[in-house]
């Protein structure tokens, strides 16, 4: 069964270092999403991507994260400088079709990111 | 705005007996909704969806959920819960491009 790719698993981290995240979407998925989720509680959509193109990041703090999808497959996002509060886990999931069209997400196993 | 509710943080069920995940929606023209699981340090694993059509969504590992438009709610369900079945459960809400993500409920089923 084809699955969302994340990696690293674990990343410690001091803050005002910088920090990326890698993930591979299932093959043919055109809808590839960064969350963000704080412990205990649901994740929050931080960016979306439309193949190679950024159709929602209004979340994103773009001051001290980014994200690119430029071949429209796997997709990296990048914090710098980190702080304290970006501890979280890191989730990156891929759907073939939008959620408002009723498509679901298939997610990867996160990436927990630990800010000293 | 969309919103999600989870009313109860936490669901405690002895093995055996049926358990009931609850999740209330806003309401905005036809929802589309989601159940999730979520075990300790994993991602999050699509259970179900409900889309239309029949009110009772079956999905996976024996949960099923019901979708009641009168009182927005879309509660999932299990006749006879599993002590592998204690996880983080999600309920979702499709937006415009996004889902929409309830705070969560867990669930803890003991022996």
């Known amino acids: 069964e084809a699955e969302v790719a994340q990696s690293p698993r674990y990343k410690i981290t001091e803050k005002s270092q910088a920090v990326a995240f890698w993930c591979d979407p299932i093959?043919?998925?055109?809808?590839l999403y960064w969350y963000r989720q704080i412990l205990g509680q649901g994740p929050e959509l931080l960016v979306q991507?439309?193949?190679?193109?950024?159709?929602?990041d209004s979340q994103l703090p773009k001051d001290r994260f980014s994200a690119e999808r430029l071949k429209g497959v796997d997709s990296t996002l990048k914090i710098q400088p980190a702080e304290l509060g970006d501890s979280a886990m890191y989730l990156c999931a891929s759907s073939s079709r939008l959620a408002s069209l009723g498509g679901e997400q298939y997610f990867g196993p996160g990436t927990r990111l630990t800010v000293t | 705005a969309q919103s999600v509710a989870q009313p109860e943080d936490q669901v405690n069920v002895a093995e055996g007996n049926p358990l009931t995940v609850k999740c209330t929606y806003s309401v905005s023209g036809n929802p589309y909704l989601f159940w999730y699981v979520q075990y300790p340090n994993r991602g999050l694993q699509f259970l179900l969806k409900y889309i239309t059509g029949d009110n009772l969504v079956k999905g996976s590992y024996g949960f099923e959920a019901e979708f009641n438009k009168s009182q927005t709610s879309f509660h999932l369900k299990k006749p006879s819960a599993l002590v592998s079945d204690s996880a983080l459960y999600f309920c979702?809400?499709?937006?415009?491009?996004?889902?929409?993500f309830g705070a969560g409920t867990r669930l803890a089923v003991h022996p």
């Open positions: 991507f439309q193949d190679e193109s950024v159709v929602d």
């Open positions: 093959s043919g998925h055109a809808t």
């Open positions: 979702a809400q499709g937006g415009y491009n996004k889902l929409i």
